[in-house]
């Protein structure tokens, strides 16, 4: 059974940084694109990045530039998301995604930035 599993979220001043890890298990991890995004109250989830299997090749929407980083390590099926210069906008649940005939998530982990 594919699972995914969010850690790494809390409660961060702005300008702090956080990251975020995803435990996947129950496919071959490495042959897959993990995928970061995000949804605060009352907004649409939205994508933040992605690495795909070979090459580290990574992509980046404009929430991610600049201060989000995406890496993977596939001898210990994680995905990860590093995020510096966080701001009060960054607050959100950040949830791990992956596309195996249809999309998978975790239950996600929520991202608070306040003073």
């Known amino acids: 059974q594919v699972q995914l599993v969010e850690s790494g979220g809390g409660l961060v001043q702005p300008g702090g940084s956080l990251r975020l890890s995803c435990a996947a298990s129950?496919?071959?991890?490495?042959?897959?694109?993990m995928r970061w995004y995000r949804q605060a109250p009352g907004k649409e989830r939205a994508f933040i990045a992605a690495?795909?299997?070979?090459?580290?090749?990574?992509t980046y929407s404009n929430i991610a530039k600049g201060r989000f980083t995406i890496s993977r390590d596939n001898a210990k099926n994680t995905v990860y998301l590093r995020m510096n210069n966080l701001k009060p906008e960054d607050t959100a649940v950040y949830y791990c995604n992956t596309y195996i005939g249809l999309d998978f998530w975790g239950q996600g982990t929520q991202v608070t930035v306040s003073s």
């Open positions: 690495i795909a299997t070979t090459f580290s090749d990574t």
């Open positions: 129950g496919f071959t991890f490495s042959r897959y694109v």
